[in-house]
C-alpha cells in the first residue's frame, strides 16, 4: 500500500497540474508502480473515468468525494463504446472540474490515449498526460525476464494482438529476426495465428514463450512453453485475460525467482 509519507516532497520537485484534465497512467497492476505525479492527480481527482486494469488498491486513493465512471473493455465485453466514452469525457471536462482519465499500464501505448486526448482537444480543453510503467516491462520484470540482453536480444518490440478489421497487420517477417524480444498485448484470441506468422517469416518453432498472466498482481502466473504449442498451451492451462506474451530467447533467461513478487499486494 502507499503510504502518505511518501509525498513528503520538496513542492518544487513535483510537476505542478498543467490542465484541469489529466490523463494518467495507472501501470500494470500494483500500486507500488504508480508515479509520484501518478498518485497527486489521483488524490486530487474530482471526476475519474477508470478501465477494467485499474485495480482496487489504486481506486482506494481517490478522495471519497470523487465521481466515479467505470469505462473499461475485455475481450467481448465492452461497459462502454469509445464512443460513448469520448462524449462522456468532453461531458465531464465542461465541468470545469479536475478530471483523471485513468488507464492501466501507459495511457500511449495500446491505450487508445492519444484518441481521447485528440477529441478533448479538438473540442478546445488542455490535457496533460502522466506516463505509467507499461505492461510489457512491468510484468516481463515482475515475471524476472529481461526484454533486452546484449547476448540475445539487442531490441524488444511490442506489437497488439487485436486490430481494428482495416488496419494493417503487423510486420511479421521484422519480427522473427531471432536477436529481438516481441512482447505481445492482446494477444489470447490470436495465438495460433501469431506464432503461425512468426515461424512462417524464419522464428525458430522452439522459440521459448512466457504467457505472464494477471501480471504484477498476487494472481500472477508464469506459464512458459514453445512457440510452435503456444495456443495448445494456452488452451490446457486455461490462461485467462489479461494476459501478455514474451517471445524470445530473454525467456530462457527467466529468474525463477519472480522479481519483489512478495511486494505485490
Same mark, same amino acid.
Given at each position: 500500500?502507499?503510504?502518505?509519507?511518501?509525498?513528503?516532497?520538496?513542492?518544487?520537485?513535483?510537476?505542478? /497540474?498543467?490542465?484541469?484534465? *489529466?490523463?494518467?497512467?495507472?501501470? /500494470?497492476?500494483?500500486?507500488?508502480?504508480?508515479?509520484?505525479?501518478?498518485?497527486?492527480?489521483?488524490?486530487?481527482?474530482?471526476?475519474?473515468?477508470?478501465?477494467?486494469?485499474?485495480?482496487?488498491?489504486?481506486?482506494?486513493?481517490? /478522495?471519497? *468525494?470523487?465521481?466515479?465512471?467505470?469505462?473499461?473493455?475485455?475481450?467481448?465485453?465492452?461497459?462502454?463504446?469509445?464512443?460513448?466514452?469520448?462524449?462522456?469525457?468532453?461531458?465531464?471536462?465542461?465541468?470545469?472540474?479536475?478530471?483523471?482519465?485513468?488507464?492501466?499500464?501507459?495511457?500511449?501505448?495500446?491505450?487508445?490515449?492519444?484518441?481521447?486526448?485528440?477529441?478533448?482537444?479538438? *473540442?478546445?480543453?488542455?490535457?496533460?498526460?502522466?506516463?505509467?510503467?507499461?505492461? @510489457?516491462?512491468?510484468?516481463?520484470?515482475?515475471?524476472?525476464?529481461?526484454?533486452?540482453?546484449?547476448?540475445? @536480444?539487442?531490441?524488444?518490440?511490442?506489437?497488439?494482438?487485436?486490430?481494428?478489421?482495416?488496419?494493417? !497487420? /503487423?510486420?511479421?517477417?521484422?519480427?522473427?529476426?531471432?536477436?529481438?524480444?516481441?512482447?505481445?498485448?492482446?494477444?489470447?484470441?490470436?495465438?495460433?495465428?501469431?506464432?503461425?506468422?512468426?515461424?512462417?517469416?524464419?522464428?525458430? @518453432?522452439?522459440?521459448?514463450?512466457?504467457?505472464?498472466?494477471?501480471?504484477?498482481?498476487?494472481?500472477?502466473?508464469?506459464?512458459?512453453?514453445?512457440?510452435?504449442?503456444?495456443?495448445?498451451?494456452?488452451?490446457?492451462? !486455461?490462461?485467462? *485475460?489479461?494476459?501478455?506474451?514474451?517471445?524470445?530467447?530473454?525467456?530462457?533467461?527467466?529468474?525463477?525467482?519472480?522479481?519483489?513478487?512478495?511486494?505485490?499486494?
Amino acid at each position: 500500500m502507499v503510504h502518505s509519507q511518501l509525498l513528503q516532497i520538496p513542492g518544487q520537485l513535483l510537476s505542478p /497540474p498543467t490542465a484541469a484534465i *489529466s490523463l494518467v497512467g495507472a501501470g /500494470p497492476g500494483d500500486v507500488g508502480l504508480l508515479t509520484i505525479n501518478a498518485l497527486l492527480r489521483i488524490q486530487q481527482a474530482e471526476i475519474v473515468l477508470y478501465d477494467y486494469l485499474v485495480s482496487e488498491q489504486i481506486l482506494s486513493l481517490l /478522495p471519497a *468525494s470523487c465521481q466515479r465512471y467505470c469505462v473499461g473493455k475485455r475481450a467481448g465485453q465492452h461497459s462502454m463504446t469509445q464512443d460513448a466514452i469520448n462524449q462522456l469525457l468532453l461531458k465531464v471536462a465542461a465541468t470545469g472540474q479536475r478530471v483523471v482519465r485513468l488507464k492501466g499500464g501507459d495511457p500511449f501505448i495500446f491505450g487508445r490515449g492519444a484518441e481521447e486526448m485528440q477529441v478533448l482537444l479538438d *473540442s478546445g480543453h488542455h490535457v496533460e498526460v502522466i506516463p505509467g510503467i507499461t505492461a @510489457a516491462s512491468g510484468c516481463a520484470a515482475y515475471a524476472g525476464i529481461p526484454l533486452t540482453h546484449r547476448d540475445v @536480444a539487442q531490441s524488444a518490440t511490442v506489437v497488439t494482438g487485436y486490430c481494428k478489421a482495416a488496419g494493417k !497487420s /503487423p510486420d511479421w517477417a521484422q519480427m522473427a529476426v531471432t536477436n529481438s524480444t516481441v512482447v505481445v498485448y492482446m494477444g489470447l484470441f490470436k495465438a495460433a495465428k501469431i506464432a503461425a506468422e512468426l515461424i512462417k517469416h524464419g522464428r525458430a @518453432a522452439g522459440t521459448p514463450v512466457a504467457i505472464i498472466e494477471k501480471g504484477c498482481t498476487p494472481a500472477q502466473r508464469v506459464v512458459e512453453c514453445q512457440l510452435n504449442n503456444l495456443a495448445d498451451t494456452i488452451a490446457e492451462q !486455461s490462461i485467462q *485475460s489479461p494476459a501478455l506474451l514474451v517471445i524470445g530467447d530473454v525467456v530462457a533467461m527467466r529468474l525463477q525467482q519472480p522479481l519483489a513478487a512478495e511486494d505485490v499486494a
